[in-house]
């Protein structure tokens, strides 16, 4: 008995298209479509006995007109054809990292110029940037805390802080007045960033770390956190709250489980308590 074969290929691409900006934000549909797609079907029509089918699906379709007819911007193609002496540097950049990312031996290495120029650039690319830095499962996330928040400017990338946040709250015991409350929100946060330094270029610089006296001045500090806890971090801060930093020894990774909120009159019981607290425990003084 004959063994009956259908040949199916399945052309589909994701929606790459971003309609809001119009344009494509990744170049396969083109590239696909040009090279891929078309070689197959020229070299079906060089075979007419050769029965197949080919389903191109709606989404790639509708991609291909929008490109044919642009409908919509190409921001890949056009980026590699802008002439190198008119390239910014963050467009040679991108050039140098993404446009060399196909299989090598089927895609590069045929084609002598393309190789050279990949070699020229070198086989590994470091990535620089927040993003490398941030741990897996993590999140970078930036509040506004100036330097006056956050020990006078002293607190650097690399260090570990804990966060206070102070919010004009309903009152507890009459719900037609507002009282202020101080809370800790988060204990034992790496700092990632403060403005626009980096906790990697810290540790590249070192050397100078130790001589240099506070981060200049900042509005901004980035700090790593998981996704529920930046969920937390960016709701305080829309409440108008106010958020200040408390800095940490590195070696200090203690965790207090029942730091209460504090308000007024917290403050006027706990005085007391604390001072005797501060004086026996802290400076280990006795009572005259």
Known sequence: ??????????????????????????????????????????LVEQYPEFHCTFNLTPVLLRQVEQLAQEEVRD???????????????????????????????????????????????????????????????????????????????????????????????????????TETVTMTLLQDVSVLATGQRLAKQEIEAMGDRWSRVGNGSFSTVTFEVTPREAELLIFAQGTQGRLTLTLRNPDDVGFEKTLPEVNFQLVEKSLPDLNDYRQKTIRHKTSP
């Open 1 to 42: 008995m004959p063994l009956r074969v259908a040949f199916l290929w399945h052309m589909h691409q994701p929606h790459y298209v971003d309609n809001a900006r119009g344009m494509s934000l990744m170049p396969w549909v083109r590239l696909h479509a040009t090279k891929g797609y078309l070689d197959m079907i020229w």
């Open 75 to 177: 921001v890949w193609h056009e980026l590699a054809v802008t002439p190198a002496d008119s390239l910014t540097m963050d467009q040679r950049c991108s050039l140098l990292e993404h446009y060399f990312k196909a299989n090598w031996d089927n895609m590069v290495k045929p084609h002598p110029r393309y190789w050279s120029l990949l070699q020229k650039r070198g086989l590994k690319v470091e990535r620089t940037g927040l993003s490398p830095i941030i741990k897996g499962g993590m999140r970078a996330v930036s509040l506004a805390i100036s330097g006056d928040a956050a020990v006078s400017s002293l607190v650097q990338p690399n260090d570990r802080v804990d966060i206070l946040g102070t919010f004009s709250v309903p009152s507890r015991t009459n719900a037609k007045e």
